[in-house]
């Protein structure tokens, strides 16, 4: 024998009626059927009845709604005949009791407590009616009659000894379809209308599967079963097939409605399973709850939220070693009917917070200070502090038992992810971690719970880029063409969230389509500023994400410092922070540590060969640098190595912009500051506490073609063409070139422009190559020596793309 349960979503529209009649009419076995109030109804009764005590006429309108969703239900689900005006009779009278009800209660302005479960219970009676009708050969059963409950400390509690008896009495004989109201009850002694409380009806059908040792209680509603967490938040939630009794009571006590948390106590008691199933996709698999759930699977089952938290705590030494302070603290709150969801308390007992629901807390703050006045008169203990605007999350899974890692794992990620946790209490029995979070953090924290504990196959990192030029496109080109490769292979979902450029900004937690983004931005981005990058940035509050600057800007590297302190990672082609004031530099790298996030600038220096790690690898092994002979202008060596009688000075520059070798401003490569700035990031990197002015520079290009705009360099460059060609002459007379050469030796930085012949280690270096020659206590007589395309989009992009894979740490 089997009992289902219709919630009032099941039975609130035409469509979901008829899906229930085939739901029940396709079961070979006897089964019980336990339905809600149509839905809405409920919430209308009440709000009717209070509009009609308070004097308010309008009442008549919700009352013709209620009679007029009734009616009609009548008139679309059953076909016209004998069955249906025998329906409406009992339906149409049952409506004009309760219109005689409200009008009573319109006229003398009195709502009482049992006046007000009178009417309440008029929503199951109405339903459960009409589907009894609808469904063939069912009996009609009133639950008033053998679901009874007792008055205690002013509530209406089950008495379940005489209930089960009753229940048994009367299905003695159980039909093959028996239609029962759920929710309602009556009190064994003055047989008045009660109630098992809003969701009761998953209790009733609860409490009738226990006492007639049914076979499964299924509970069918509007979702696929208990989910992995609120779907309305993480679009990933995904329906869990397995759920113990105790997970499911965790879970459905503690944000997720699900089930109405009563029920499970009775069936698991009984060892009945229950079967979550939705009725608007009855071929779902639901979830199942049971004594032994699934061993083999996740540690965690799922997460639960409650985002309305007001945390009070009360503080003071008076409070230490003191029996009896926390009696007083749930006394006081339960002789003031409120209910208490978390409590930490520290070893030292100086201080204990309580999770309260947010309107609560001004009462319970009243409450405490009142039965504490004595201790805070006398200074022994502080008033209470209430800290509203919370949220409540709670992780939960019997797996977690005995299971090292799971709570360092889980704050380890939110740590990470820089969500701070005010407070955080785990039972003895393991099987729920609760923390409260600031309530504006409660999406982000939801996520990275999730996908970290729920989607670890799937490791996902959400990049901002900043920059689609050379370097940015080819960057947005490669993640493209690997999205799908390092997914599937590597289990990383590289998810672009954010682009930009000087003039539009697109932002997405979706994650942005790559086809066609350029197009997109262009048409649907909205306007790019500094100040909107750094806002919708850090406003998104993501999980796992990093800022990667492909841009050349000044103003953008002034965000590294915001970003990393909000736990984003910053991966840079951008040079100007880690060259800038040494202070800035070390700022950021300290904020980076102290935060747990990541600011990689690899392609700083030679674009994506290995300089900057290879020079961490050998300080952090104990090493030490002791010299830096390098060329790491990409644009000088394409420009010292294709120079010629046939292509001047100024074609060179022009070609080396073209080749995506310089700087969005080449000026910047041929006044040496380039090679400046990865100097300097490299003997910072090696140790010392460099400066770009404490870089000494000897330079080929006169101070006055700087002057000016970059359109007046362009005009003026041409007039040194044949200075250079007659110098080049005399140069290829001695068998030598050119090379602009970076050396850093004692502290001391010096960039040059050096004439090299063949015995010269830099005399072959190709094209837009650069080498890097590091001596050191272990390299000395045999430096290390780095070399290869030292500029370039697909390389740099290449480097930047590794910087973002070694924060994925895959
Ligand atoms: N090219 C190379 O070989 C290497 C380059 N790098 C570094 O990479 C960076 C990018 O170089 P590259 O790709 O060649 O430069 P590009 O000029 O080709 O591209 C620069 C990009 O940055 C955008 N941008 C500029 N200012 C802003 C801003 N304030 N806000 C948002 N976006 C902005 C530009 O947008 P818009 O077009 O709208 O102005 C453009 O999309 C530089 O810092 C460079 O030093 C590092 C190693 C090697
Ligand atoms: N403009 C730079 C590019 C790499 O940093 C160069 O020419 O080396």
Redesign the pocket.
């Known amino acids: 024998m089997k009992v289902l349960k219709f919630g009032g979503t099941s039975v609130g529209s035409v469509n979901s009626m008829l899906n229930v009649k085939k739901i029940v009419e396709a079961i070979d076995d006897k089964v019980i059927v336990v339905v809600s109030a149509l839905g809405g109804i409920t919430d209308k009764l009440i709000k009717t009845s209070n509009m009609a005590a308070s004097g308010d006429s309008g009442y008549e309108k919700e009352m013709k709604e209620i009679v007029n969703r009734h009616i009609e239900m009548v008139y679309t689900v059953i076909p016209a005949g004998e069955k249906r005006e025998l329906l409406l009779d009992c339906v149409n009278e049952l409506l004009s009791e309760l219109k005689d009800i409200f009008q009573g209660i319109y006229l003398i302005r009195d709502l009482s407590p049992k006046t007000s479960s009178t009417i309440v219970s008029y929503g199951e009676r109405l339903s459960s009616i009409i589907v009894a009708t609808l469904i063939d050969g069912a009996q009609w059963f009133d639950s008033r009659l053998f679901i009874k409950t007792e008055k205690k400390h002013n509530k209406h509690i089950l008495d379940s000894e005489l209930t089960n008896r009753l229940v048994r009495e009367t299905f003695r004989e159980i039909p093959r379809v028996s239609l029962v109201p759920g929710f309602i009850s009556s009190d064994k002694d003055t047989g008045e209308v009660t109630n098992l409380g809003r969701g009761g009806s998953d209790y009733t059908a609860s409490i009738i599967a226990a006492a007639l040792d049914a076979d499964v209680l299924e509970i069918w509603t509007d979702v696929d079963g208990f989910m992995t967490a609120d779907p309305r938040v993480i679009s990933t939630a995904y329906p869990i097939t397995e759920l113990s009794y105790v997970e499911a009571m965790e879970l459905c006590n503690f944000g997720a409605k699900v089930v109405y948390p009563p029920t499970i106590y009775p069936v698991c008691h009984k060892n009945i399973p229950i079967l979550i199933k939705n009725t608007f996709n009855p071929d779902a698999p639901g979830t199942i709850v049971k004594q032994e759930a699934d061993h083999s699977s996740k540690a965690i089952k799922g997460i639960s939220s409650i985002n309305d938290t007001c945390l009070i705590t009360m503080t003071g030494l008076g409070m230490v070693g003191v029996i009896g302070v926390n009696y007083r603290i749930f006394k006081t709150l339960a002789e003031n009917g409120i209910s208490v969801f978390l409590v930490s308390q520290a070893s030292s007992e100086n201080s204990t917070s309580i999770g309260v629901r947010n309107e609560d807390a001004a009462l319970a703050c009243k409450v405490l200070d009142e039965e504490f006045a004595k201790e805070i008169e006398m200074g022994e203990i502080s008033p209470m502090k209430a800290e509203g605007g919370l949220a409540t999350v709670a992780i939960v899974g019997e797996n977690m038992k005995h299971t090292p890692g799971i709570a360092g794992k889980l704050f380890g990620t939110l740590g990470r992810n820089g969500i701070n946790v005010i407070a955080c209490a785990q039972g003895a029995s393991e099987t729920n971690i609760s923390f409260v979070v600031e309530g504006g953090s409660l999406r982000k924290t939801l996520n990275v719970i999730h996908d970290s504990f729920f989607l670890s196959e799937y490791q996902v990192l959400n990049l901002f880029i900043?920059?689609?030029?050379?370097?940015?496109?080819?960057l947005i080109d490669q993640i493209h063409s690997q999205q799908e490769r390092l997914k599937q292979e590597r289990g990383l979902n590289l998810k672009i969230v954010g682009i930009?450029?000087?003039?539009?900004?697109m932002f997405t937690r979706a994650g942005i389509d790559l086809t066609n983004y350029r197009e997109e931005l262009e048409e649907k981005g909205m306007p790019?500023?500094?100040q909107v990058?750094h806002d919708e940035i850090i406003g998104m509050n993501i999980f796992n994400s990093v800022f990667v600057?492909?841009?050349?800007?000044e103003?953008?590297a002034s965000l590294y410092k915001d970003f990393l302190g909000h736990n984003i990672s910053v991966v840079?082609?951008?040079?100007?922070a880690a060259s800038s004031d040494y202070e800035i530099y070390a700022e950021l790298k300290r904020i980076a540590r102290h935060r747990g996030v990541k600011f990689l600038f690899e392609?700083?220096v030679g674009?994506g060969l290995p300089v900057i790690n290879t020079i961490n690898d050998l300080i952090n092994s104990g090493d030490k640098i002791l010299k830096i002979e390098a060329v790491l202008s990409?644009t000088l060596n394409y420009i010292f190595n294709e120079i010629s009688a046939d292509v001047p000075l100024s074609q060179t520059i022009r070609n080396a912009k073209e080749q995506?070798?310089?700087?969005?401003d080449p000026r910047?490569d041929l006044s040496g500051t380039?090679v400046v700035r990865k100097l300097v990031i490299l003997a910072r990197e090696a140790g010392y506490c460099l400066n770009q002015e404490d870089v000494e520079k000897h330079l080929f290009i006169p101070d006055s073609f700087f002057e000016g705009s970059l359109d007046d360099f362009w005009r003026k460059i041409p007039s040194l063409d044949a200075d250079f060609e007659a110098r080049r002459k005399v140069l290829e007379r001695e068998g030598k070139r050119w090379r602009f050469v970076a050396r850093f030796e004692g502290g001391k930085g010096v960039v040059e422009l050096v004439e090299v012949d063949r015995h010269h280690p830099f005399y072959e270096l190709a094209g837009?190559n650069n080498i890097i020659l590091l001596t050191t206590e272990r390299y000395n007589e045999y430096p290390m020596l780095i070399q290869g395309y030292?500029?370039?989009?697909s390389?740099?992009a290449a480097?930047v793309f590794a910087d973002i894979m070694s924060i994925a740490n895959i």
Not at 466 to 474: A, F, R, Y
Not at 549 to 553: K, P
Not at 572 to 576: L, R
Request: contains cysteine; proline residues 2%.
């Open positions: 900043c920059g689609i030029g050379t370097v940015g496109h080819s930009a450029n000087g003039h539009k900004a790019s500023s500094t990058l600057d492909c841009t050349a800007s103003e953008i840079a082609a951008n040079k100007i392609t700083n674009a990409g995506g070798y310089s700087e969005p910047i380039d837009s030292g500029a370039g989009a390389v740099t480097g």
